[in-house]
């Protein structure tokens, strides 16, 4: 069964540092959406990117975070410059064009970044 | 008042009782309600859609939407070890926005 990849599952860095988290959507997605978990707390919504570009944007995603879609397969979370509050698990998801809004979204299995 | 509120648990169970998870929501233009399970250092993974107000039933699952009290409900039937994980409630409305509860921490002892 296909699934959403992502990459690291853990990355460690030092504040003020840039960190690229990768993911892998399924291969015939085309919107794509970055969430994070803080740890304890809900998940929360970060982006959605749709046709190159982004489609809605939560008040979290600020100008410290960027994302990309650097070729046919790899979708990117860029964070400048990371703060300690930035420490969190991060969930790619995806779906089909011809998918329900909601329900044919299928999550990854995260990447736990911690922010020294 | 929070957008979505779902009690965090920790809620143990004996294998084969029922279990009921329950968040209460604010925002009136929610129409698409789902309950995710999430194991742990894993992804949620879609359990139970529902759109508007109504049950859906599917296997041991049964979601409820009642719209009217902004009151949805997930119940387990003869729930089973493997059943054990964090269950997530969200929604969405016109937006691409999903919300998400806190997660209720399900253990299912045997």
């Known amino acids: 069964e296909p699934e959403v990849t992502q990459t690291p599952s853990h990355q460690v860095t030092q504040m003020g540092q840039e960190v690229i988290l990768r993911c892998v959507p399924i291969?015939?997605?085309?919107?794509f959406y970055w969430y994070r978990q803080i740890l304890g707390q809900k998940v929360e919504f970060l982006v959605s990117?749709?046709?190159?570009?982004?489609?809605?944007k939560s008040e979290i995603f600020d100008d410290q975070f960027s994302v990309e879609r650097p070729d046919g397969s790899n979708f990117t979370l860029k964070i400048r410059s990371t703060k300690l509050e930035d420490s969190a698990m991060y969930f790619c998801?995806?779906?089909?064009?011809?998918?329900?809004?909601?329900?044919?979204?299928?999550f990854g299995p995260g990447t736990r970044l911690l922010v020294l | 008042q929070k957008e979505v509120e779902q009690d965090p648990g920790p809620l143990s169970v004996p294998e084969g009782a029922i279990v009921s998870l329950n968040c209460t929501y604010s925002?009136?233009?929610?129409?698409?309600f789902m309950w995710y399970r999430q194991y742990s250092r894993k992804g949620p993974e879609l359990l139970m859609y529902?759109?508007?107000?109504g049950n859906k039933e599917d296997g041991r699952f049964t979601a409820q939407v009642d719209k009217s009290s902004k009151y949805i409900s997930l119940f387990i039937r003869d729930s089973q070890p493997s059943d054990s994980a964090t269950y997530l409630c969200?929604?969405?409305?016109?937006?691409?926005?999903?919300?998400f509860g806190a997660g209720t921490r399900l253990t299912v002892k045997p």
């Open positions: 998801a995806s779906r089909d064009v011809t998918g329900a809004a909601f329900k044919d979204r299928y």
């Open positions: 291969s015939n997605h085309l919107y």
């Open positions: 990117f749709y046709n190159n570009e982004i489609s809605e």
């Open positions: 925002n009136s233009a929610f129409q698409y």
């Open positions: 529902t759109y508007s107000s």
């Open positions: 969200a929604m969405g409305g016109r937006n691409n926005d999903m919300r």
